[in-house]
Every structure is written in C-alpha cells, then in structure tokens.
C-alpha cells in the first residue's frame, strides 16, 4: 500500500492555504499514494483568538474541501486538522475521509499543547478543549486488503500511552497530523515518530507544516514516514513537498514475529505503585 505525508505552510488566507494543499495531495495521487496525510492546521494558522475565531461545524469550507478533494482522487484522506465548533466547543480535530467522500470517522485532539518552552510558548487550551477517546478506523487497500489505522494529532507524539491503546486495539499505520514547533522538533521530532514506531511496531505517517506559520509560530516540518523497525522510508528534509512510500504489512508481521515484544507484556505486573510523596504529587499532579 502506497502512502504519503503533506508538507505546506499555512498563511492567513485560508482559500490560498486549501489551493496549495490540493496541489500537493494531488501530486501524492499522482504517484499512486491510497492514503494521504495532510498537516494539522493545514488551512489556517494563527494565535489563540485567530484559532477561535476559525471555527467551523463539519459542514464547513474545510471538511467541503477534503470530502471533494478524496473523492475527486480516489484516495483515503486524513484532512489534517482544523478548529470543529460543536455543541457550544471547540476541538482540533482530524478526519478520515474515503474515496467515496464519506467521512469514515474522526478524533478530536486529546493532549493539548500548553507549554512554556523558549520558542514554543503556547497555550492550545485557549483556544481548543480536549478530545476525550482514542479512534481508530479501518481503510481498504487497493487489493481490498483491511488496514486498521489510528488517529493522533501533533503533541500526542509525547505520550505512549495513546499509540499503545490504538496498537493493542489492531492499528497497523498510525498519522500524525503536525504542527511541531521548531524549538523542540530540532531534538525531539525525529526520536518521538521513531520511537512510537518501534514500540509498537506500526507504520507512523507523520505529516508536518514547516517554515513560518502566520507570522506567530515556526514549525520544524522533517515530515516522514517510518517502518515498524524505525527505519525512515521517505522524509521532506525542507521547504513543502510530498513524502511517500510502499508499506508492506507482510513485512510488519515478519518483524512482529522476529521480535515479539507486543506478545511479550505481561499487564499483570503493571500494576499501580505507592503514591509519591507529597511534593511529587505537587510537582506532577495526582
């Protein structure tokens, strides 16, 4: 099965920004990609009250242009993200789209980018509430074979726990929709993809924006796609463009079976330790 990841730069012209990623989605159709991942916030990016103020219902420009865009190339589309406003909130959410341009299903971010790090201070929650389930979906290849795929946005890279729940549930390809700032995607970009792919021996499909994101923020781009050994099968090193690669799920298999970690947990023994002392439980939370 062929797969692609989107790179692109997100100004404040939302028509402009949904032009250039469908070019871009385009030439991954052109090449035969079935699936396509396109960045989180792809058609718009901004502060907190730009966010906010960008918010649409599904039945909005934005899902309008990925329920026309999958179904005018036949491909499985992850629509990157965009601001949902629903039943009074508001989420950063992802859908899959099929071929058909239904859409297959969703997932409403659930770890929220509020962090104070020089050069990527942000608070998500201002603009955004937390998603609150994981999601999964299945896709079919064009050999008709099932591919369950799990949904995650940007800074759930940083917690294991959700690609391990969309793993143990039969997820064999995971994306990742990003936005990841510059500052921390120098060190961490790379080793966080990897590392959810090793773990869980799933195919990651990481699509990132890169470059300057409406004059407020610097993403680190490096969009890549990553094997259940952790081995970087195509990347966009810079600038916007296309990854793409073939994932062999006969091969995922033969490397669940050469090195069987996943069958080799013992849950029994994960239990729950004695409460840390008091100033831990400050320092972290309960």
């Known amino acids: 099965m062929r797969v692609a990841a989107v790179q692109c730069t997100a100004s404040s012209d939302r028509d402009e920004n949904m032009v250039r990623a469908g070019e871009l989605v385009a030439m991954a159709a052109s090449q035969g990609a079935e ?33 026309t865009t999958a179904r005018k190339h036949a491909i499985w ?22 071929p058909d341009g239904t859409v297959v299903a969703s997932y409403r971010k659930i770890h929220l980018f509020d962090v104070d790090v020089p050069g990527a201070v942000s608070r998500e929650s201002d603009a955004v509430a937390p998603g609150s389930r994981a999601v999964m979906a299945s896709i079919t290849s064009y050999d008709a074979r099932p591919v369950p795929v799990g949904l995650t946005i940007c800074y759930d890279l940083r917690f294991p726990e959700l690609y391990r729940v969309l793993t143990l549930a039969g997820a064999l390809v995971i994306v990742v929709p990003s936005a990841f700032a510059a500052a921390t995607g120098r060190l961490h970009w790379d080793i966080l993809v990897r590392a959810r792919a090793i773990e869980n021996q799933v195919f990651v499909v990481a699509a990132g924006q890169v470059g300057k994101l409406g004059g407020v923020f610097e993403a680190y781009g490096h969009s890549m796609i990553v094997d259940p050994w952790g081995k970087v099968l195509s990347e966009v090193v810079e600038g916007t463009g296309i990854a793409v690669a073939d994932i062999d799920l006969t091969y995922q298999q033969d490397a669940r079976s050469t090195l069987p970690s996943l069958t080799q947990r013992r849950p029994s023994a994960y239990r729950r330790l004695p409460e840390p002392p008091q100033h831990e439980r400050e320092r972290f939370g309960p």
């Not at 396509?36 to 649409?56: I, T």
């Not at 589309?77 to 099929?98: D, H, I, K, M, P």
């Open 35 to 67: 699936l396509v991942v396109v960045p989180e916030h792809f058609s718009l990016f901004g502060n907190a009250a730009v966010l906010r103020d960008s918010a649409q219902t599904r039945n909005g420009t934005v899902m309008a242009w990925a329920v």
């Open 77 to 98: 589309l992850v629509a990157g993200s965009f601001v949902e406003q629903s039943g009074g909130r508001r989420y950063n959410t992802t859908c899959l789209v099929g």
